[in-house]
């Protein structure tokens, strides 16, 4: 897995960790990714920690489950998101 998709995924686990919920356009706005590449970058998070996200239809969120278990160490500096393009 190459560095950029890295810290997409990345993205989404904090967003899930720290908000409690996600969805696939601050991470498209961010990036400055097309919409198919936020969409799989999002069905790669879900098939890498399928038990982590649900979404919800009334709010069209992911939000995060009880059983969320990230799959980074989101604690563990340094954590640079000034490093977008890599």
């Known amino acids: 897995m190459n560095h950029a ?3 997409h995924l990345r993205f989404i686990d904090v967003m ?4 409690g919920q996600v969805h696939v356009e601050p991470l498209i706005a ?3 990714l097309s919409t198919a590449t936020g969409t ?3 069905r790669l998070y879900r098939e890498l920690r399928p038990d982590n996200l649900v ?3 009334a709010i069209r969120r992911y939000v995060k ?4 278990d990230p799959l980074f160490n989101n604690d563990e ?3 640079a998101w000034d490093d977008k393009s890599s």
């Open 5 to 7: 998709t890295q810290q």
């Open 16 to 19: 899930a960790q720290y908000m």
């Open 30 to 32: 961010y990036f400055g």
């Open 40 to 42: 799989r970058t999002f």
């Open 55 to 57: 979404y919800d239809t």
């Open 65 to 68: 489950t009880g059983d969320f």
């Open 77 to 79: 500096p340094p954590f």
